[in-house]
Each structure stands twice: as structure tokens, then as C-alpha cells.
T-cell receptor, first 114, second 112 residues
Framework: ETGVTQTPRHLVMGMTNKKSLKCEQH?????MYWYKQSAKKPLELMFV???????ENNSVPSRFSPECPNSSHLFLHLHTLQPEDSALYLC?????????????FGPGTRLTVL | AQKVTQAQTEISVVEKEDVTLDCVYE???????LFWYKQPPSGELVFLIR??????QNEISGRYSWNFQKSTSSFNFTITASQVVDSAVYFC?????????FGKGTRLSVIA
């Protein structure tokens, strides 16, 4: 059983589209994360939520809008994206948002912006 | 600021060879954790190990072993008798007083 699931696995969208990425964790964790993984760049932390409250926004453009309705679900709403936003978007969860907690990752959503 | 360096961008070995992936970190924290993750072609980051800064004991798990040396700020990962299924990108990561910081990864290709 996969602890962290993400849908869709692949997404192609135009710059004027609006879409959402979904993440669900089945590990009973309280913290959830969004990361962006671009080619030849280190993983970039985007957002952190702990007990549904956002605790970190790593200077992410407003065209990315996160939502965390409960500790098990995390969304990333996308609108008016740019081609350079094409990347693998990874969701992760951990027991709490302590920097020392082990994070468990989902399979990612491969996003292509045309 | 904390920094993680994986100097090896790509490594290619023949099956059954041993391979060591290097990881060097920079920090002023006294308490911190180090991690290794594996990212196969499917994309998911798979957690392999977490070590804290007070535990320098080497660890072995099957064909995997880790060598943590605080004196050289290194946390190297060795795969013994490599297999094709070991082909992946391996990331070293650090956490202390800041969120998890990842290295750029080492792409390992194991050829049959």
C-alpha cells in the first residue's frame, strides 16, 4: 500500500488553464509539503502545512495556490502558469513539521505547461 | 546556510560491482539529521535512512551501508554487489534548524 498518493500522475495544460493537483496521505501524519523538482535543479520546497495551517511559503508565485482542508489531503491549485513551471511536483508528509521528522514522498505529478 | 554537495553527477557500474555515493555537508548546527533517498524512474522519492548527528555508528542494511564521519562532514552511501534495480537517482539531504535541504543527486546506472 502506498502511503502518499498523488493525482494526476501526468498533466498537460495551457497557460490560460486552471487545474489542481491532489495529494493524499494514509500515514496518520500531521504535516504535508509541496516540492518542485525541475531538471538539473535541487528539489525546491514550496509550501508546508502542519495541522492544516500553512507554516511555510517559500516565496512561491501566487499562480500556485495551496489548500489543505484536513491533515490527510493537500491540493495545489494552478492558474495562468508559465512554461518554466513545467516540472515534477512532489508531495510529502511527516509526523509533524519539525525539520528533523522523516518525510515520505508520493510519486509526483509530471506537469507540462504549453 | 546549510549546504549539501553530491559531487558525483552520474556513475555507471557493471552489475555486481560495489559503488559508493559521496555526500558532503556544511553546517554550524550542533544537532542535525542526514538522510538518503532513492528516486527510481517512476519518480517517487523512497526514504532509505535517517541518522542524527550524535550517532556516528556505521549502518548496514542488506546490500546497503552508510558511513557517517563528522570529522569530514560526510555521509557516504555504499551499495555492495549492485543490481540493475539499483539504477536510480540518489539524494542526500540535511535537516537541522531549517527545512530539509537536498543535494543535487547522483544518477546511478547499473549495467547488466
Amino acid at each position: 500500500e502506498t502511503g502518499v498518493t498523488q493525482t494526476p500522475r501526468h498533466l498537460v495544460m495551457g497557460m490560460t488553464n486552471k487545474k489542481s493537483l491532489k495529494c493524499e496521505q494514509h500515514l496518520g501524519h500531521n504535516a504535508m509539503y509541496w516540492y518542485k523538482q525541475s531538471a538539473k535543479k535541487p528539489l525546491e520546497l514550496m509550501f508546508v502545512y502542519n495541522f492544516k495551517e500553512q507554516t511555510e511559503n517559500n516565496s512561491v508565485p501566487s499562480r500556485f495556490s495551496p489548500e489543505c482542508p484536513n491533515s490527510s489531503h493537500l491540493f495545489l491549485h494552478l492558474h495562468t502558469l508559465q512554461p518554466e513551471d513545467s516540472a515534477l511536483y512532489l508531495c510529502a508528509s511527516s509526523q509533524d513539521d519539525s525539520s528533523t521528522d522523516t518525510q515520505y514522498f508520493g510519486p509526483g505529478t509530471r506537469l507540462t505547461v504549453l | 546556510a546549510q549546504k549539501v554537495t553530491q559531487a558525483q553527477t552520474e556513475i555507471s557500474v557493471v552489475e555486481k560491482e560495489d559503488v559508493t555515493l559521496d555526500c558532503v555537508y556544511e553546517t554550524r548546527d550542533t544537532t542535525y539529521y542526514l538522510f538518503w533517498y532513492k528516486q527510481p524512474p517512476s519518480g517517487e522519492l523512497v526514504f532509505l535512512i535517517r541518522r542524527n548527528s550524535f550517532d556516528e555508528q556505521n549502518e548496514i542494511s542488506g546490500r546497503y551501508s552508510w558511513n557517517f564521519q563528522k570529522s569530514t562532514s560526510s555521509f557516504n552511501f555504499t551499495i555492495t554487489a549492485s543490481q540493475v534495480v539499483d539504477s536510480a537517482v540518489y539524494f542526500c539531504a540535511y535537516s537541522g534548524n531549517t527545512p530539509l535541504v537536498f543535494g543535487k543527486g547522483t544518477r546511478l546506472s547499473v549495467i547488466a
